[in-house]
């Protein structure tokens, strides 16, 4: 093998502190906006329009929070997920600036935590990723945790550090995007009347709609976001895998969820946490993706009265509609058509 | 059900003189007008090539106008198609002011027919419905009936309105875009040298090439225009309806059309009527798409000699070239494999 | 048939010297950019990044050069290979200017050989394609050689001219971007350490990724491309031919293998030459593209330190990993998994 071709880190490759700054910088463009909606459908206005942004008092319409932690976490691919054997987790999720086309975007990650796993073979590693504009200025911060195969299994394990996490980003922490007023938001070109204070805790909504995943689209997704994991684009590899087909990115499904709670969602005009998340199954081309969500919790935002905070829980299922549902069952395992299960939260505006 | 979700207006919800502003205004951009050549292969030189628009006296290439009509018409779709049974009829369809990157189009529709169906469970709706830009010009109004489902069979049905349609937008009614001179249009690089003088009423043009769909092509497109009716993309609902498939958008399938007929109608630069159009049947992933028009009618436009109008039919059908003009039989009745017959009228340069 | 459909070109139409201005001349943009990151997955740093393209005296991230060939490319297909039963290869491919989004392309070709088959049916034609940009620049020009069919088996075929071609561009013809210093290059930002100084003639790398081919993905990249050539999109008419497939644009395997050849040559950062190239056989959707590549030249420019040469082959393969290089046989044919051998010529930083 040529010494040239990146063949990713494992788990001895990881130490505590380690510093990865990851390619490519990319430059976002009106592309990248217009292809999200192509790929999703999303219809969230502040996304879709630079007048109705700007009668928020935004310069023109941000991308997508999502389309941004996508681009963000693709870079963070082939440095820390290479040898994956699974993506574990989320947690502390923190949108910054807003991102808009021409600004550019590089990701860098730290590594937080390493646990041998007890079979010896693969490793728990923890990073916190960073992205940043061409200010310097944060747009995203995450921390996310993978299985990681060993290089030689009989390797020296290094002494295990777990991080803590928090549960949630605390409403008190959210960052409101500089001059955002939720007083220019216009319900009516929004297609929604819902606002903050129409929202109870416990409440959950079932999307309605749904949308079945192509081979052609998941991956056009996933390479705009230069996202490199050979599971989701070589069916000739896959094809040996105990699934024998390429399995759709996560985070694919996580926006088509997203996209598709505009039903019921449509003034959760900006995320700006994602507090956990969690793959439950893996999907694949021809799945019909369903989604319904539960408030769990909602707060007030320091010395506003236009806007508000909603945590949010979306589930995400396939080829199963939501009209019922579906979640745990009695013995805590999830339903098998769960997919996804995405703790996050969201702005809304107040009606003041 | 949760009060938040939006299921559709039935039939009952709709009232003569009814105003429906409809989510989400979008400030289009180049991103739309990539996607729409990859999606279409569209070659029509105006919407390509900022200096061919220029030459021809505009400020740069303006977008499809199948695009714009896409786009405006995919917002009235959650609220007046959601529970159609069918799209019965376009008519009246009016072109205004070209739409640039950067212009951001909101779509408001207005109620201008009722007419409950003999069987009581369903009823027509006409809709008029304008698309403005964002300092309020007008860029496309059409007029649209559907078939809907009541939500109660047995509710009091209103008055039957049934409103009068032009068979055709008089040519004097036309508009021609503020700027635009046919004498700058370069044939040579359009690729045809044939002009307005050049084809007769009656001529018939077999476009010769074809493309087959795709599930991804059309989910991307409809995605694109945010028309969110779920038989497009919901194979889990789909494999229950009589054809156990997703059916392809029809504003797809005039597309393909309008981009085939390149080849043959090259300098038939801008659509500036849709007179009239049925999707004669449905079409599905693996269909292969031909097209062939006809001269409707030709006709001068007031105080112009740099540019003509043409009235054309095209017709397209699934499987099936167009060599031999594939049409209706002697009874009437479309041949099987024709899935639309499209009356729209163009501009084309003159001689002069 | 209609007087005004193109019915492309015949082996008898050409005529040496004769010039053939194609349609449509085409305004680049972000959206062909972002396209081109979605449909290839390509992570060169140089064209995805304006600031990272800025570090290197670039006013913006120019175009993948691959996909200005692509576009220049597509406009000649009407015109030359419409009625092509095979393309033979290309030759002395030559990259100018960068080009930029809002730059407008347009193509000529001019036919500068001309051969009859020995069986009379079909010919070889030679043309050497130029295609420059709004200020008439030249940002790129190639020979390419394709086997045409006769309109008329017994027309008189004219004498054989056989243009020589250089067997490649010479390193000190290559035009290194006017402005451009390997100097700001970011290696560490490219995620590769590996310079021009590294790489040996005769060194062979595997890029050890893969990607497999979707209908809707290289029609997308085709239609981009304004490449109107029926074996790509016509299954009703490839069902009868001798594959019984659409026929995936060799183009769109080019820019795959280059794409995967970024984990091996990241800092291969701009192709200045296409030496000779040969679709060695057919890809159909469902295979699996994998790439390696071997350096069969190296040399410096003429008055820098900054940046040097290497030429380049690049092997492509269908469901065959290419972790033993794959080749041809002692017989000198080429293994059955081969499908595209290309010799071109790139740039690379040098340590200075």
Redesign the interface.
């Known amino acids: 093998?040529?010494d040239?071709?990146?063949?990713g880190h494992f788990f001895e490759d990881f130490r505590l502190g380690q510093r990865l700054?990851?390619?490519?910088?990319?430059?976002v463009?009106?592309?990248?906006?217009?292809?999200y909606?192509?790929?999703?459908?999303s219809?969230?206005?502040l996304h879709?329009?630079?007048?109705?942004a700007g009668a928020c008092g935004l310069e023109a319409?941000p991308l997508d929070d999502l389309l941004v932690f996508h681009i963000a976490f693709g870079k963070s691919v082939?440095d820390v997920s290479l040898n994956a054997v699974a993506n574990l987790g989320y947690a502390d999720g923190r949108f910054g600036a807003p991102v808009y086309?021409?600004d550019?975007l590089?990701t860098v990650s730290e590594v937080i935590g390493l646990k041998p796993s007890s079979g010896g073979a693969t490793g728990v590693v923890w990073v916190r990723s960073h992205c940043v504009n061409?200010v310097d200025e944060p747009v995203v911060s995450w921390v996310r945790w993978v299985l990681v195969e060993k290089r030689d299994p009989d390797s020296l394990a290094p002494e295990s550090v777990v991080p803590e996490l928090p549960e949630a980003v605390p409403f008190a922490e959210l960052q409101v995007p500089a001059g955002f007023e939720g007083a220019g938001y216009d319900c009516?070109?929004?297609?929604?009347p819902?606002l903050w204070e129409?929202?109870a805790v416990g409440?959950?909504?079932?999307?309605?709609?749904?949308?079945?995943l192509?081979?052609?689209?998941h991956?056009?997704?996933t390479?705009?976001y230069?996202n490199?994991a050979?599971v989701h684009?070589?069916?000739?590899?896959a094809a040996g895998n105990r699934f024998g087909r390429?399995i759709v990115y996560g985070g694919h499904v996580i926006s088509l969820a997203r996209a598709l709670s505009f039903?019921?969602?449509?003034n959760a005009c900006r995320i700006v946490a994602i507090n956990g998340g969690r793959h439950v199954g893996p999907t694949f081309a021809?799945h019909?993706i369903?989604a319904w969500s539960e408030v769990l919790d909602k707060g007030a935002l320091p010395g506003r009265d236009d806007l508000g905070a909603l945590r949010l829980r979306t589930v995400a299922t396939k080829?199963r509609?939501c009209?019922d549902f579906p979640d745990r069952a009695a013995d805590g395992k999830p339903d098998p058509a769960v997919v996804l299960d995405l703790d996050y939260t969201v702005l809304m505006p107040r009606r003041g």
Chains 1, 2, 3 share one sequence.
């Open positions: 093998m040529s040239k071709t990146n063949p700054v990851h390619a490519t910088p990319r430059t463009t009106e592309a990248d906006v217009g292809l909606i192509a790929l999703t459908g219809r969230f206005p879709c329009s630079d007048t109705f319409a082939p086309p021409g550019t590089t061409q009516l070109l929004a297609g929604s819902h129409d929202y409440e959950r909504i079932d999307h309605r709609d749904a949308m079945t192509e081979e052609a689209e991956q056009l997704a390479r705009l230069q490199t050979r684009f070589d069916q000739l590899a390429r039903n019921g969602l449509a021809g019909t369903s080829d509609p009209a």
